[in-house]
């Protein structure tokens, strides 16, 4: 083999391992639970605000966070969980959502029953994982990827047009958290930078007449940050309990 052949092999392995050790390294070892009195899926009234949507996104795959709950930032935020138990745990976990605020016995998350389940390798396994309550695992941040959705605007059910705005953001994607909402007219663009009221709920008490635009700026881990100017706009009878969709994925 020429020694030009064997130098590309060598650095080929080099790439491999720094990208095998450093997805290794990216792991963060913890202890999870799961909503004991919970029906399979997630919880209608989690701290993030989120509602029926909290209890059924992703499947059902959620998960209440302690640390991670970051007053409400880290509300739609996703991660791999997996449980280090060789002997009842598969190798990929589960993807969970965050959509509730909580901790038990010094635990990261605690996880809806079906995503607690979905750790394990086989439906007898799920069974001993459940049996045990809490178990070890390792988890790291992975991106949000919704199929066939926009980031969507959900008018909370308290809003009054044209006294007072309230909503939550579904379907947040990629691996950014949402730092900053502004509220735009759309006609002279004179914007204001809402309130995060609890959990992931935008609340403004004087909202402006007419449609509006919902600007999200997302910040990543690594410092950067990008303002999103949806499509679509909110219209001018916008009502409490209506969905709008943006009109955007973020990948």
């Excluded at 030009?4 to 720094?18: G, K, N, P």
């Excluded at 509220?183 to 914007?191: D, I, P, Y």
């Excluded at 690594?222 to 001018?236: K, R």
């Excluded at 916008?238 to 009109?247: H, N, P, R």
């Amino acid at each position: 083999m020429a020694p030009l052949q064997v130098l590309e092999i060598f650095f080929t392995f080099l790439i491999f391992m720094q990208v095998y050790l450093g997805n290794a390294q990216s792991f963060i070892q913890s202890r999870a639970a799961y909503y004991p009195n919970s029906e399979e899926k997630g919880t209608e009234t989690g701290a993030c605000g989120f509602g029926t949507f909290g209890a059924t996104i992703n499947g059902g795959d959620v998960s209440a966070a302690s640390d991670l709950y970051r007053d409400g930032l880290g509300c739609g935020a996703c991660y791999q969980v997996r449980c280090t138990n060789s002997n009842y745990c598969s190798d990929n976990g589960v993807t969970v959502v965050i959509t509730d605020h909580g901790a038990s016995d010094s635990t990261d998350f605690i996880l809806s029953q079906r995503a607690f389940s979905r750790m394990a390798q086989t439906n007898d396994a799920a069974a001993s994982l459940l049996s045990l309550g809490h178990v070890g695992i390792e988890y790291r941040r992975v991106s949000c990827s919704y199929p066939n959705k926009n980031i969507t605007f959900k008018i909370d059910e308290s809003s009054d047009n044209p006294y007072y705005l309230a909503f939550v953001i579904w379907y947040q994607q990629g691996k950014t958290d949402i730092t900053a909402v502004q509220l735009c007219e759309t006609q002279n663009f004179v914007c204001k930078l809402l309130d995060r009221t609890r959990g992931a709920v935008w609340t403004s008490s004087s909202p402006p007449r007419g449609p509006l635009q919902i600007r999200m700026l997302l910040s990543s881990d690594d410092g950067d940050e990008t303002w999103v100017v949806p499509v679509n706009n909110i219209p001018e009878n916008w009502k409490g309990g209506e969905t709008y969709d943006s009109g955007i994925q973020v990948n």
